[in-house]
C-alpha cells in the first residue's frame, strides 16, 4: 500500500487521485478506440467525460451519505460537502454519470443507449483499474479472514484503523479483477454479434452488480441491514433490476416490429 507517492515541502502527491485519473484517460482511450465508424459520437467522447465526471463525483458523495452513511453524517452535516475527507461510492457515480449522459446525448440529439454501448468498456475498464487506487489507500478493504493468510495493512490505512493488522480478505482487488473479466466479456459480445441498442451497457451493469453483491459478503467497512445485506448490495439489486427491465423495454419492441 502506498497513499503517498511523494512529498515536496508541504505538497503531497497521493496515489489514489494519481490511479483515478490515469484510469479516466485509459477508459478514454478504450472508448475511442472501440468506436471507429462512430465519428459523430467519438467527437463527443472528451467534452462528455469532463460533464460526466462532475456527474459522477457529485453523484458518488450523495450515495455515499444518503445510502451508505447517513447515520452518522445527520449529526456531522458540514462534513457532507468534505469529499477530501473521502466517501464516495461507485455506484453513485454510476447513476450520477448516467443521468449526466442522458442530459448531454438529449442537448446534442445522440441515441443515448448507443453511446452508453461506446462508454461501457471504458467505464468498466477504469473501474477495474480503479480499485487499484483503493488498494492502495488501503480502503474497500474486506472482513478478517480468521485464517493464517490475507492482504495486512500498514498503519494509518483505513483497513488498520478499523482491524489492526489481522489479515483481510481482498475485496478491492478480487472486485478489480471481476471488473476485468467484465470487460473481456462485453468486449467479446459485442464482436459477437450486433445486439439492440443499450443492451452491452445493460450487461455490463448486471454483471459488475452481480460481482458487487457477491464480492460484498466479503468486505469489512459497511454496516448491514435488512436480510444482513450491505447498503451497496442493495443497489446491486436495484441496479439488476432497472437494467432487466430497460433491456426488455429495448428488445421487446424490435422484436415486435419484426413480426
Known sequence: MLQTLFS???????????????????????????????????????????????????????????????????????????????????????????????????????DFWKMADIAAPGIILGQGLGRIACFLNGDAYGSPT??????????GTPAYEAYGSQPLWPAEVWEGQW??????????????RKWPRGIIFLTYIVLYSLGRFALEFLRGDGARYLFNLTSAQWSSVGMILIALVSAAVLIIPRNGTRN
Open 179 to 192: 471488473d476485468m473479466v467484465v470487460f473481456a466479456l462485453i468486449i467479446i459480445l459485442s464482436r459477437w
Open 8 to 110: 515536496i515541502g508541504g505538497f503531497s502527491l497521493g496515489s489514489y487521485g494519481v490511479v483515478v485519473a490515469i484510469s479516466l484517460l485509459i477508459g478514454l482511450g478504450v472508448a475511442y478506440h472501440l468506436a471507429p465508424s462512430e465519428k459523430e459520437y467519438r467527437q463527443h467522447l472528451i467534452d462528455l467525460l469532463i460533464y460526466a465526471v462532475i456527474g459522477a463525483i457529485i453523484g458518488a458523495r450523495l450515495w455515499q451519505v444518503f445510502f451508505y452513511e447517513w447515520d452518522y453524517y445527520s449529526l456531522h452535516l458540514s462534513e457532507i460537502f468534505m469529499i477530501w475527507h473521502g466517501g464516495m461510492a461507485i455506484q453513485g457515480a454510476l447513476v450520477g454519470a448516467f443521468i449526466v449522459g442522458w442530459i448531454y446525448t438529449r442537448k446534442h440529439q445522440l
Open 146 to 155: 480468521n485464517q493464517g493468510f490475507g492482504l495486512v495493512y500498514p498503519s
